[in-house]
């Protein structure tokens, strides 16, 4: 839901040079101590309204990067936790909220002192972020021994969807093996019959990249060329190179790298004067109010898959464009809508329970049954633990408010879940009606 209340003080997001490596990092080592950001175990600044609330207090811990290579990735998922908080008086379900901020700086090892830090110091219930996907799968059985129920907003590893292993994790994004056969058959809207691959050869895009191709060849597809380019990567010269070299063999490229490497192979593609159609999932270009205006025009026409955009139509997605607009002064991506849509999903567990003060258990077991009102529509867990979100089409141009962003062009596909065959995903393909679609 999107009350409109108070107005918060906006806040800066700055972007890292591999800011959107996000959860797609499924990999990450290193070693790091935990804390809240800007110091060792300190609460996040309030929201600017005071709670009247009178529930037991919940400690709440928002676990994500705010320094290294991921640090784009922390500030759309704090913000958006303490613009909820200010719309929704500080509290969950009548429950003050404290709120803690840890940095897990980017790395596995970082995310699980971060963890421990929430934890043992703080007594943190409910965690909310994880970004790194390696980084979640480590913290996973910690968190699940000390009963803290986990809301994931970015890391996006199939592993992670295993009740078994983590019955109070909770998968908000959308994951490869999901999107694999919408995406094929997005791909198919566009008439793409051959396609090139280009991708950083470690498992953050390869996860992504290696399902779409499979379920694009069940298809009847081809694929002219595949290039892997070490991670990290700064001259994607000679790959563009063989894909020119190739004669416009292929009806378009399947590009996917995050952060620094994509901009600079969207950099180099125009620079090129490379003219196939770029298509790739809409993590790439995550968080689209950072990244899209440090890509400085190279990724207008992209072609993406992805669960969200500010220009989905629907009154409650204008609503939920409009909040960030006045509160943040930017559009809303992803990140913000799956982080936003986690304290719905909270307050509905809450209420959902039939126990004032529920415990961890209860509530996981709410959250498999509660369904709530996302900017995007209702939504609600699978067995699985994740949302079926639907796929939609999407294009990067320029939205009637002049933003740069990610616009839906009409075709998606309902329900895309890991289960979903490319026949199922076809028989599932819909339309947008024609007013809410755009082809700039």
């Known amino acids: 839901m999107i009350p409109k209340k108070s107005a918060v003080r906006a806040a800066a997001m700055p972007f890292a040079l591999a800011t959107v490596l996000m959860a797609s990092a499924a990999c990450g080592s290193g070693s790091a101590s935990g804390g809240s950001e800007g110091g060792s175990g300190t609460p996040a600044p309030p929201s600017s309204g005071h709670s009247s609330a009178a529930g037991t207090a919940i400690n709440v811990g928002v676990l994500a990067p705010f320094s290294g290579v991921l640090a784009g990735s ?3 998922i704090k913000e958006s936790v303490n613009l909820w908080l200010d719309e929704n008086n500080n509290s969950i379900a009548g429950h003050p909220v404290n709120l803690f901020v840890a940095d897990d700086k980017s790395t596995v090892d970082g995310e699980v002192s971060a963890a421990r830090s929430l934890v043992e110091q703080h007594h943190v219930s409910i965690v909310v972020g994880l970004v790194n996907s ?19 907003v970015i890391a996006n590893t199939d592993a992670l969807l295993s009740p078994e292993k983590g019955p109070y994790l909770f998968v908000m994004p959308p994951t490869p093996k999901q999107t694999a056969s919408a995406a094929a058959v997005l791909a198919s809207t566009l008439n793409y019959k051959s396609i090139d691959v280009v991708a950083d050869n470690f498992a953050g ?82 968080p689209t109010s950072t990244f899209l205006p440090a890509a400085k025009g190279t ?14 139509p629907g009154g ?11 509160r943040l002064q930017r559009v809303p991506g992803a990140f ?41 529509g209702q939504v609600s867990f699978n067995a699985q633990h994740g949302i079926d979100w639907n796929m939609y089409l999407m294009k990067v141009g320029q939205g009637s408010d002049g933003v740069e962003q990610m616009l839906p062009q009409g075709p998606f596909v309902s329900g895309a879940n890991a289960q979903q065959s490319a026949a199922d995903a076809k028989s599932n393909l819909r339309q947008l009606p024609a007013t809410a679609s755009s082809s700039q």
Not at 134 to 152: E, I, N, Q
Not at 218 to 229: M, R
Not at 320 to 325: D, E, K, M, N
């Open 74 to 76: 922390g500030p759309p």
């Open 134 to 152: 390696a980084g979640a799968l480590a913290v996973r059985d910690y968190l699940t021994k000390s009963k803290v129920l986990a809301m994931d």
């Open 205 to 286: 895009a390869r996860s992504w990249v290696d399902p779409l191709v499979d379920r694009f060849k069940e298809q009847n597809g081809s694929v002219v060329s595949s290039q892997f380019p070490p991670f990290p990567t700064s001259d994607y010269g000679p790959y563009i190179s063989r894909i020119q070299s190739s004669g416009d063999k292929a009806d378009a490229v399947v590009a996917l790298m995050y952060g620094g490497d994509a901009l600079a192979f969207l950099k180099q593609y125009k620079s090129f004067g490379a003219d196939l159609p770029l298509y790739s999932v809409g993590a790439m270009l995550e």
């Open 299 to 312: 990724a207008k026409g992209m072609y993406t898959y992805w669960n969200y955009s500010p220009a989905l």
């Open 316 to 326: 409650t997605n204008s609503k939920f464009t409009q909040l960030y607009q006045d």
């Open 336 to 376: 913000d809508m799956q982080a936003y849509t986690a304290l719905d999903f909270l307050t509905a567990a809450y209420k959902a329970a039939g126990d004032e003060n529920p415990t961890t258990e209860q509530l996981a077991k709410a959250l498999t049954t509660v369904k709530v009102d996302s900017a995007v």
